[in-house]
């Protein structure tokens, strides 16, 4: 019978070792991840494998639950997610639509240049902020889903993502004046 000390030592190794294997295995089991959300699933199953109580029934094969954790939490996430468009479906309309939170809704379509500036913006903004205004305004996700989603109260969600869009105004003015004054 293992010890404690050698199932959370077993268990390390096995991160350590198979970690790009059990991030193919999010991505093959759920198409429209990105890297990144594979990488969440595996620490999120990590965290929870390592926060189990000391007195657990000690893991006899570690591959295996670990994968059979993995499949449970993907089966859990499949369970609560609701359908979505791809970013890509209509991409052009969305970054429209998120325009006219700057600009007002206008007769004309938006600049190339003005839409290459307001992409430009919205990846300098901080990581923190860049993720809230991506998920609400393009993935189409709710407060709710991405407080229940991230563990991030939706007050907090909703407080990054009015600090972002208010930074994202002050640059596209600053851009706007710079661009009439010359």
């Known amino acids: ?95 429209q639509e998120f325009a006219e939170l700057f600009y007002g809704a206008a007769d004309n379509s938006y600049s190339p240049e003005l839409e290459t500036a307001l992409k430009n913006a919205v990846s300098e903004l901080k990581p923190a902020y860049r993720d809230i205004v991506i998920a609400i305004d393009f993935e189409g996700y709710n407060y709710k889903e991405l407080a229940e989603r991230t563990d991030i109260p939706a007050g907090t969600l909703m407080s990054r993502r009015h600090r972002a869009l208010a930074e994202l105004s002050k640059k596209l003015e600053n851009l706007k004046a710079l661009n009439h004054g010359s």
Do not use: C, H
């Open 1 to 95: 019978m293992a010890t404690k000390t050698e199932d959370r030592n077993n268990l390390s190794d096995f991160f350590n070792e198979e970690y790009g294997s059990l991030r193919s295995y999010v991505q093959s089991k759920i198409r429209d991840t990105s890297e990144r959300d594979a990488e969440d699933i595996v620490q999120d199953v990590a965290l929870r494998i390592f926060s189990r109580p000391d007195d657990a029934i000690p893991i006899t094969n570690v591959g295996g639950f670990v994968y059979n954790a993995i499949r449970n939490r993907i089966i859990d996430i499949m369970r609560g997610k609701k359908e979505r468009k791809l970013p890509s479906d209509d991409l052009d309309q969305q970054w």
